[in-house]
């Protein structure tokens, strides 16, 4: 039972256009999003992320945007660069259960490609 | 200041035996988790340690269990090793009384199991 999906393995974008990247839940009780970037040989590293009580998030190059009503989120990169090419997972927690104590559902990853 | 750190970075083992991983959190941290990624899939949640005890525990059979010591470093043992086990396993530390969701995560280790 896959709770959070990531739809596209991959996405290529070329440098200073805009990565759109995507995301869906099924769990109504999920109400935190959080996107991570992995790098190969690396960690995840977080990136952003999101509650529910709100529908966007900025972050200098990076916004995510919350859509509840559709159990979609996504993560705009602005402009992107050749840097910002790694793997992005997108991960939610039911923290309002008082339950989850940080527990994270991860998708299964996009693959991002800038390219020069 | 250090961040999470795991050992080792690869390992290889036989269907049958055991492993035993290890983790140190981050300065300041207080909890541990594990999660299990496969290839080209994400992290799954394996369990949560916090005080020396399991608090939270995902989809894992009792083959995976694990332990918390004193000073918050960690362990991931895991018993009668399948092939499916391969994986990279990845270890997360937080500071549950202050943001239990800002988890940092080490470079994880690399289980083959043949």
């Known amino acids: 039972d896959q709770q959070v999906k990531q739809n596209s393995p991959s996405l290529s974008v070329q440098e200073g256009r805009i990565s759109i990247l995507n995301c869906d839940y099924t769990?109504?009780?999920?109400?935190?999003f959080l996107w991570y970037k992995k790098y190969p040989a690396e960690g995840p590293t977080f990136l952003i992320s999101?509650?529910?009580?709100?529908d966007k998030n900025e972050d200098g190059r990076f916004t995510v945007f919350l859509n509840k009503s559709a159990k979609h989120l996504s993560l705009h990169i602005v402009p992107s660069q050749p840097g910002d090419s790694a793997v992005y997972f997108c991960?939610?927690?039911?923290?309002?259960?008082?339950?989850?104590?940080?527990?994270?559902?991860f998708g299964q990853g996009t693959i991002l490609t800038v390219h020069p | 200041d250090a961040g999470v750190t795991q050992s080792p970075t690869h390992l290889i083992k036989t269907r049958g035996q055991q492993v035993t991983l290890r983790c140190s959190p981050k300065?300041?941290?207080?909890?541990v988790s594990w999660y299990q990624q496969a290839l080209g899939q994400g992290p799954q949640f394996i369990f949560q340690?916090?005080?020396?005890?399991?608090?939270q525990r995902g989809n894992f059979p009792d083959r995976f269990s694990g332990h918390q010591f004193p000073n918050y470093s960690s362990e991931l043992n895991v018993n009668a090793l399948l092939l499916g086990d391969s994986a990279l396993y990845l270890c997360?530390?937080?500071?549950?009384?202050?943001?239990?969701?800002?988890?940092?995560f080490g470079n994880g280790t690399r289980l083959t199991v043949t």
């Open positions: 997360a530390s937080s500071s549950l009384g202050i943001a239990p969701l800002a988890l940092h």
């Open positions: 769990n109504s009780m999920f109400d935190y």
């Open positions: 999101i509650s529910s009580i709100k």
């Open positions: 991960a939610a927690s039911a923290e309002a259960s008082g339950t989850s104590y940080g527990k994270l559902t």
């Open positions: 300065s300041g941290h207080d909890t």
């Open positions: 340690y916090y005080e020396e005890e399991e608090r």
